[in-house]
């Protein structure tokens, strides 16, 4: 029996428009890793980000 690794749930997270950044930290649980920050000012072309630990997508409302 093999258990696969391989599906990756990617999970789109709507952040608030009045926040300039997102931090993440993989959530509970498996996903979990070490905190990071990502702008979403720099990142202003798309208003979007990865977390590349969790593969999350952030998504800045409008
Ligand atoms: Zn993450």
Same mark, same amino acid.
């Given at each position: 029996? %093999?258990s696969?690794?391989?599906? %990756?749930?990617?999970?789109t997270?709507?952040?608030? #428009?009045?926040?300039?950044?997102?931090? *993440?930290?993989?959530?509970?649980?498996?996903l979990?890793?070490?905190?990071?920050?990502y702008?979403l000012?720099e990142?202003? #072309?798309?208003h979007?980000?990865? *977390?590349?630990? *969790?593969?999350r #997508?952030?998504?800045?409302? %409008?």
């Amino acid at each position: 029996m %093999k258990s696969s690794k391989s599906k %990756k749930h990617v999970e789109t997270i709507t952040v608030d #428009e009045g926040a300039d950044g997102v931090m *993440c930290d993989g959530g509970m649980g498996a996903l979990g890793h070490p905190a990071v920050y990502y702008d979403l000012e720099e990142l202003s #072309e798309s208003h979007r980000v990865f *977390c590349g630990y *969790c593969n999350r #997508e952030f998504v800045k409302h %409008k």
